[in-house]
């Protein structure tokens, strides 16, 4: 066998592991996350110390849909030995990047917060079989890009996980303040605020 690569500029855990890649074992992360319970964690350190890849690992390790394929990516890790690899599989988690949501106007910023959030509806588009009516007409609002509560999008889709799977939801939010730093360089802080608190206030609640 060659000598692994170096995984520069891939941030996806399931390439790296798949792929063969040097990786530095940080899946103990997870069982700290899990003995400490807090509500919300935040996650600060500088650019390049590897935020992305440690939010995808952990994605990947609670993440129930397609749990045994992703089990199989922890083999050989230290947190495969720990007590708390029960808790792998358990969770719908919500992944999602807002290191791209930029734009040189409020109203253009908003168009793309619209596809966005839309976008990430489309990739839980299998519960809408078994919704209520009132809870499908919300869905199909922000699903098409109508005119939907977007405020509430994060909190929502939330909801409908958790009625879908009865547990508990996991948020993960990478890149939470590129588009409110964008919004500043822009001259349009102050709206991209307003909307952002509440996107993010409802559903860390």
Do not use: C, H
């Not at 590897?50 to 199989?72: A, P, Q």
């Not at 708390?84 to 988690?93: R, S």
């Not at 992944?95 to 489309?122: M, Q």
């Not at 948020?171 to 409110?180: C, G, H, Q, R």
């Amino acid at each position: 066998m060659g000598k692994k690569a170096i995984p520069i500029g891939i941030e996806n855990f399931e390439d790296i592991i798949k792929d063969n890649y040097y990786y530095v074992d940080k899946s103990m992360l997870i069982e700290d996350i899990l003995v400490n319970r807090a509500a919300v964690t935040l996650f600060t350190r500088p650019r390049r110390f590897g935020k992305t890849l440690n939010m995808s690992m952990i994605k990947y390790f609670f993440d129930v849909r397609n749990k045994d394929e992703n089990r199989k990516l922890f083999e050989g890790l230290k947190i495969f030995g720990s007590e708390y690899m029960k808790e792998q599989g358990k969770y719908p988690v919500i992944f999602v990047s807002l290191k791209d949501l930029r734009a040189d106007t409020w109203e253009d910023t908003f168009e793309n917060l619209k596809s966005f959030i839309s976008d990430l509806y489309a990739e839980f588009e299998d519960m809408r079989e078994i919704m209520n009516k009132r809870d499908k007409i919300k869905f199909d609002k922000i699903f098409y890009e109508e005119d939907g509560n977007y405020e509430k999008g994060l909190l929502d889709i939330s909801k409908y996980l958790y009625r879908y799977y009865d547990k508990k939801v996991i948020l993960l939010i990478d890149e939470y303040d590129a588009p409110l730093i964008n919004a500043y360089e822009k001259g349009f802080y102050d709206e991209a605020i307003n909307f952002f608190s509440a996107l993010y206030s409802s559903v860390l609640k």
